[in-house]
């Protein structure tokens, strides 16, 4: 019997997600899944997934934070406790080809659910499971992204130099974590299709965002050096950073001489490019607080849009400090369709481009257990 949740052509269809995941950074993965064809099953306790109750802002009632990571799929209400429940949890993970949990290291096995009782019922699944930090002495930590964002270091690099540290505007740990989760399980899925065996696959909030802290992280281990807070200015390339004009700020970007030669053009200042002080990244980048007045004096003339239209036309990287709405409109104003209905839900659309199988947006954000008859049925018929 075809799971009734699967997209007809997309490049994950036939594949059934037992999403025993709450909250972000699982729920994000499986939703780029889901989006791609995957029969996504998400399975919520009494209570449902805690971001339900993460309000406002809400949308005719249900939270928009939940809304955001949790179409495409369809839910089965299951107390793990009830024996009855329990043994219905069972058999979807049986017959799952992925399981994604997100439970603190070990909260599964008195219910039957973790890898090695999984696998042993499953040779094939791909099992992944996510913690906050990883499986061995950080296993009893609780894995919030806020923490991480402190633990890791990222909030030592977010805000002025003189202020206090700051976390992002986004819990960017959970979403690269729930990225770093989709690339594992493609990655196993990909080894199961030449051994015919299941993997487990295990990424922490932790070592997902150390990767994600890039060059900032590289410099550590790399450079012996340890970034500290600079605004918005950037360690290693100037400019690169909002500068103000006569309305507001424009982000100023040369990441390379090409680039700053033409900066100096469209400012009226092509003097800058050749001055010795500012004629290569590192001498402007040493030279920064000597070149930065240069800059805002120019930039102050004209308004943020005049020096968007300037920059544009001359390809300058480059561009307005916008809201969150102006950047949706933004991107509809490029063609890129950022918005898609789902179920009657507008939702921001999945990022990833296929020439034959593009994403499916098939139903919007189950209620809790919408889907509890299908999906038993569904099992009872395997």
Not at 8 to 24: C, E, H, Q, Y
Not at 108 to 131: K, Q
Not at 291 to 319: C, I, K, N, Q, S
Request: hydrophobic share 40%; with cysteine.
């Amino acid at each position: 019997m075809t799971p009734p949740g699967t997209a007809d052509n997309g490049p994950l269809s036939g594949l059934v997600v037992a999403d025993f995941s709450r909250i972000l950074a699982g729920p994000y993965a499986t939703m780029m899944l889901a989006d791609l064809g995957a029969d996504v099953i998400k399975v919520e306790g009494p209570g449902g997934d805690d971001t339900r109750t993460w309000t406002p802002p809400t949308r005719d009632g249900e939270s928009t934070y939940y809304l955001g990571v949790n179409r495409n799929k369809r839910s089965i209400a299951l107390d793990l406790a009830d024996p009855g429940d329990r043994a219905v949890a069972q058999r979807l993970a049986a017959r799952a080809d992925v399981m994604v949990q997100n439970f603190r290291h070990g909260g599964l096995e008195r219910f039957g659910l973790d890898h090695e009782a999984v696998r042993t019922a499953n040779p094939g699944v791909v099992y992944a499971s996510i913690t906050g930090f990883g499986s061995g002495d950080g296993a009893g930590l609780p894995g919030y992204d806020l923490m991480v964002q402190g633990i890791s270091g990222l909030m030592s690099l977010t805000g002025d130099a003189d202020g206090p540290p700051m976390r992002a505007g986004v819990a960017v740990c959970d979403v690269i974590t729930g990225l770093h989760a989709a690339v594992g399980i493609l990655a196993a899925l990909q080894r199961r299709a030449v051994t015919g065996l299941g993997e487990h696959v295990e990424v922490d909030l932790l070592s997902s965002t150390l990767s994600g802290l890039v060059n900032q992280s590289s410099a550590v281990v790399a450079g012996g050096v340890v970034p500290s807070r600079m605004g918005n200015a950037h360690p290693s390339i100037f400019p690169y950073n909002p500068l103000p004009t006569a309305d507001g700020h424009i982000i100023v970007i040369a990441a390379n001489d090409g680039q700053f030669a033409t900066l100096a053009e469209v400012l009226g200042r092509p003097g800058l490019a050749t001055d010795p002080r500012f004629a290569t990244n590192a001498d402007r980048t040493a030279n920064r607080d000597e070149l930065e007045p240069h800059l805002v004096d120019v930039l102050r003339t004209r308004t943020t849009a005049e020096w968007f239209e300037a920059f544009r036309a001359a390809g300058l990287p480059g561009g307005p400090v916008h809201t969150v709405a102006e950047g949706v409109a933004f991107a509809e104003s490029l063609g890129l369709s950022p918005v898609v209905d789902v179920g009657g839900v507008p939702s921001i659309r999945n990022p990833i481009g296929l020439d034959t199988a593009a994403a499916s947006y098939r139903h919007g954000p189950p209620s809790i257990g919408q889907h509890d008859a299908e999906i038993r049925a569904w099992l009872a018929d395997g």
